[in-house]
């Protein structure tokens, strides 16, 4: 460097004017291509910090809905049945486990009542034959199957390196399994079911057969064929051969992951700690495009967010969020918000709040902090919805779970007004 500048400074003082003119263009030229070089980094600099802020929000979006079983294969490769639907409650199957001394499941019902269902209550119903009919006893106990699906996936995501986001299923709480209490001995002689019939009473109306939820998310059983890399140090890298067309969750249940990228040609590969695996299995969560709903009783629930930049550099710096207008803010994000108005943000102790609504934790999966749930003040959020409808404290209870990860010190609770 110092060499140059001496060149330089000898050099210069011999140029003719010509030469003196033409080193000055060139000087000028230089310099100009290099601001205009420095402020398209700049550019993009500044494009990759606000898209790294923005892109947070949306790391883990998917839609879910309820459908009649009847129209599931509406939505084949488009939206996908959580559990297996398929002869769960086969009479020869409860039969079966009625004379083995099972525990007996005779359906599953979807409970359109935003009030808790009694699990205590009896009601009455009756099993036919043949030439008989008798009477039986049965209860509705809370279905979790769809919630220890669910629970599935977020365990699987932290093993492959994503960010959860709740999920908008404002309905898992409100399946419920039949389940029999007792039936009148001549049922235990009987060689065929041909019908069950039962009496919810008042609840009747209340009570829909024949429904599961679907969500854009796909279980992929068996990926094969792949051919393992040694990359160092225990690490094995393969080529899964599944294309960039979503999200993809490895259900990493006897390896280890170290890392997740794709090639050239857009195919994901997986670097893990085996090199004679011979089949994955994955989740792939369906990019969000527009989903057709065939004259379907529910909507599609979302969990996706609008990107902002505050919203994610509070994300990506864990800022504590200290005002009443930032709640609004992070409210008018969530798409799953739309038709509910914030009035007002309380806090009480516990023993000082009489609560007025059913609010449930849709993450009641995740890891809790340290402190002690019992003794966490609540943090109260006011609402005003401007729709009467099915599930509507479902889909608010995915709203306080939201805000339930911006304020682990609190226990949230969301009311309507």
């Given at each position: 460097?110092?060499?140059?500048?001496?060149?330089?400074?000898?050099?210069?003082?011999?140029?003719?004017?010509?030469?003196?003119?033409?080193?000055?263009?060139?000087?000028?030229?230089?310099?100009?291509?290099?601001?205009?070089?420095?402020?398209?980094?700049?550019?993009?600099?500044?494009?990759?910090?606000?898209?790294?802020?923005?892109?947070?929000?949306?790391?883990?979006?998917?839609?879910?809905?309820?459908?009649?079983?009847?129209?599931?294969?509406?939505?084949?490769?488009?939206?996908?049945?959580?559990i297996d639907e398929k002869?769960?409650?086969?009479?020869?199957?409860?039969?079966?486990?009625?004379?083995?001394?099972?525990?007996?499941?005779?359906?599953?019902?979807?409970?359109?009542?935003?009030?808790?269902?009694?699990?205590?209550?009896?009601?009455?119903?009756?099993?036919?034959?043949?030439?008989?009919?008798?009477?039986?006893?049965?209860?509705?106990?809370?279905?979790?199957?769809?919630?220890?699906?669910?629970?599935?996936l977020y365990n699987y995501?932290?093993?492959?390196?994503?960010?959860?986001?709740?999920?908008?299923?404002?309905?898992?709480?409100?399946?419920?399994?039949?389940?029999?209490?007792?039936?009148?001995?001549?049922?235990?002689?009987?060689?065929?079911?041909?019908?069950?019939?039962?009496?919810?009473?008042?609840?009747?109306?209340?009570?829909?057969?024949?429904?599961?939820?679907?969500?854009?998310?796909?279980?992929?059983?068996?990926?094969?064929?792949?051919?393992?890399?040694?990359?160092?140090?225990?690490?094995?890298?393969?080529?899964?051969?599944?294309?960039?067309?979503?999200?993809?969750?490895?259900?990493?249940?006897?390896?280890?992951?170290?890392?997740?990228?794709?090639?050239?040609?857009?195919?994901?590969?997986?670097?893990?700690?085996?090199?004679?695996?011979?089949?994955?299995?994955?989740?792939?969560?369906?990019?969000?495009?527009?989903?057709?709903?065939?004259?379907?009783?529910?909507?599609?629930?979302?969990?996706?967010?609008?990107?902002?930049?505050?919203?994610?550099?509070?994300?990506?710096?864990?800022?504590?969020?200290?005002?009443?207008?930032?709640?609004?803010?992070?409210?008018?994000?969530?798409?799953?918000?739309?038709?509910?108005?914030?009035?007002?943000?309380?806090?009480?102790?516990?023993?000082?709040?009489?609560?007025?609504?059913?609010?449930?934790?849709?993450?009641?999966?995740?890891?809790?902090?340290?402190?002690?749930?019992?003794?966490?003040?609540?943090?109260?959020?006011?609402?005003?919805?401007?729709?009467?409808?099915?599930?509507?404290?479902?889909?608010?209870?995915?709203?306080?779970?939201?805000?339930?990860?911006?304020?682990?010190?609190?226990?949230?609770?969301?009311?309507?007004?």
């Amino acid at each position: 460097m110092e060499h140059l500048k001496k060149i330089i400074k000898e050099e210069v003082p011999k140029l003719t004017e010509l030469e003196m003119s033409l080193f000055k263009d060139s000087i000028e030229n230089m310099f100009n291509n290099l601001i205009e070089s420095i402020s398209q980094k700049h550019e993009r600099i500044e494009e990759n910090i606000k898209n790294s802020f923005e892109g947070l929000d949306n790391s883990f979006s998917f839609y879910s809905t309820i459908v009649s079983v009847n129209e599931i294969n509406y939505y084949d490769g488009i939206l996908f049945p959580l559990i297996d639907e398929k002869n769960r409650y086969d009479f020869d199957k409860i039969l079966k486990n009625i004379k083995d001394n099972n525990e007996i499941k005779l359906g599953k019902i979807l409970y359109c009542e935003e009030k808790l269902c009694d699990e205590e209550r009896e009601f009455q119903g009756k099993i036919f034959s043949e030439n008989q009919s008798f009477k039986i006893g049965f209860k509705l106990i809370r279905f979790d199957g769809y919630r220890e699906e669910v629970k599935k996936l977020y365990n699987y995501s932290k093993n492959n390196f994503f960010s959860w986001t709740t999920p908008n299923m404002p309905f898992l709480n409100s399946f419920f399994e039949i389940e029999l209490s007792y039936a009148d001995e001549e049922v235990y002689k009987i060689e065929q079911i041909k019908n069950i019939t039962f009496d919810f009473e008042e609840l009747e109306e209340k009570i829909k057969f024949n429904f599961c939820p679907l969500w854009s998310i796909e279980k992929i059983h068996k990926i094969t064929s792949m051919d393992a890399i040694w990359i160092g140090e225990n690490k094995y890298r393969y080529k899964t051969g599944i294309n960039n067309f979503g999200k993809t969750i490895f259900i990493n249940n006897n390896y280890k992951i170290h890392g997740l990228d794709y090639d050239e040609k857009n195919i994901l590969e997986i670097t893990i700690d085996k090199s004679n695996l011979k089949e994955l299995s994955c989740y792939i969560i369906k990019k969000n495009n527009e989903i057709p709903i065939k004259n379907n009783i529910y909507p599609l629930w979302k969990n996706n967010k609008k990107a902002t930049f505050i919203s994610g550099f509070n994300n990506r710096f864990n800022q504590r969020i200290r005002s009443l207008g930032e709640i609004r803010r992070i409210l008018l994000t969530m798409e799953g918000a739309k038709g509910f108005n914030l009035v007002e943000v309380k806090v009480f102790s516990q023993r000082d709040y009489e609560n007025k609504t059913s609010t449930f934790e849709i993450n009641s999966f995740v890891e809790k902090d340290i402190r002690n749930e019992e003794t966490k003040e609540l943090m109260i959020f006011s609402f005003e919805c401007n729709e009467i409808k099915e599930f509507l404290l479902g889909e608010l209870s995915y709203i306080i779970s939201e805000f339930q990860i911006y304020f682990p010190e609190y226990r949230c609770v969301g009311e309507l007004i």
